[in-house]
């Protein structure tokens, strides 16, 4: 459950392209870092986090109190587990395993929804049992790459329950499609409230290449905002951080993560079409990936991985995720140079193997 995409890159004595981590490459940009580089210079004050915030609750139209910054957006998951009493927690998977390892943690008993291949991993909502009162689902998903509907994310949503959407990628999908988050703010414009508790997740770390500073936030009702905020210490987000919140949630910022967003459908489509050069050496792309990442499934995946390690490419395995096994690899949307590299050696790798 805690084996990561940055465990495939750790050094082993081999430099290797990173298709593992779906971190954008390139980043932090330049001006992003000047701005962090100019608030070293306010490290000796505690962090305050009223800007940032701000910055965050008018990005997306909602009340400041309906707005918590956390390290990271894993931290949010350490904050619901520790701050919820759910009965029947339901996780959807295959996803991102954080989540659950949290709650197991905490000492919840954890109930899987298994989505299957054969069905494109689409989530309906039959999927998931009418009494559970905690939901979690990533939208789009880590690491099948699907993205879900809005309004059955929405369905989702009823009185007693608390659905939560981790939203880490919605930003690499053009237009930010299919996210919950329009749903809570509050307006002419907006959809009627939801029932029950509603909680969006948000990263800045992996479009903005911030992994390594860990800042991201929580959308929800201000009642929930405020249980969560009492799980956390005293100032649970660095100065930096909050410096890089305000800096992302900037118009100039959502214009260029929109522009990265449309690049990365780009070589989204030259990385799928690449793959489908080895549908006749057994590799299959499952889905329709939205994502910065793909998953694809091989009969000899895991000698795969192996073999592409050893030709200079980290791939993340798949057989951690919930409902996947040994056949399946995840491969981060790179440009098309890069793809093209990684697509020469595959393509050895599988002629060798026949």
């Not at 350490?78 to 998977?93: E, F, K, N, T, W």
């Amino acid at each position: 459950m805690r084996h990561h995409g940055d465990a495939e890159v750790r050094d082993d004595g081999r430099k290797l392209t990173d298709l593992a981590v779906n971190v954008r490459t390139g980043t932090p940009p330049s001006w992003l870092k000047r701005r962090l580089a100019d608030s070293l210079d306010g490290l000796a004050a505690y962090p305050d986090p009223r800007a940032a915030r701000c910055a965050v609750a008018v990005r997306h139209g909602l009340a400041e109190e309906r707005v918590l910054l956390t390290a990271g957006a894993a931290e949010a998951f350490v904050l619901l587990a520790r701050a919820l009493r759910p009965r029947r927690p339901v996780v959807v998977h295959p996803q991102f395993t954080e989540p659950e390892a949290a709650l197991r943690d905490a000492g919840h008993d954890v109930e899987r929804v298994l989505l299957a291949a054969s069905g494109g991993f689409r989530l309906g909502i039959a999927d998931v049992p009418a009494d559970a009162d905690l939901v979690v689902v990533g939208n789009p998903t880590n690491p099948t790459s699907v993205l879900h509907p809005a309004r059955t994310l929405a369905a989702l949503a009823r009185e007693g329950r608390t659905l939560v959407v981790d939203e880490a990628f919605i930003d690499a999908v053009p237009g930010e499609q299919e996210s919950l988050a329009p749903w809570l703010a509050e307006g002419e414009d907006t959809e009627a409230p939801l029932p029950g508790r509603v909680v969006v997740l948000r990263s800045l770390t992996k479009t903005w290449g911030l992994a390594g500073l860990r800042i991201g936030y929580v959308l929800s009702d201000p009642a929930t905002v405020a249980a969560l905020a009492r799980q956390q210490p005293l100032w649970p987000v660095s100065a930096p951080a909050l410096t890089a919140a305000e800096a992302c949630c900037a118009p100039h910022a959502l214009a260029e993560a929109e522009d990265a967003a449309r690049r990365t459908a780009r070589d989204r489509d030259h990385l799928l079409a690449r793959l489908g050069e080895f549908a006749s050496a057994g590799l299959s792309v499952e889905g329709s990936p939205r994502a910065p990442f793909v998953l694809v499934r091989h009969p000899r995946a895991a000698e795969l991985r192996e073999g592409l390690r050893s030709s200079g490419f980290a791939v993340r395995r798949g057989d951690t995720f919930p409902g996947l096994g040994p056949q399946w690899l995840r491969i981060a949307v790179r440009d098309a140079e890069c793809t093209d590299r990684f697509a020469d050696a595959l393509g050895e790798l599988l002629t060798e193997r026949r």
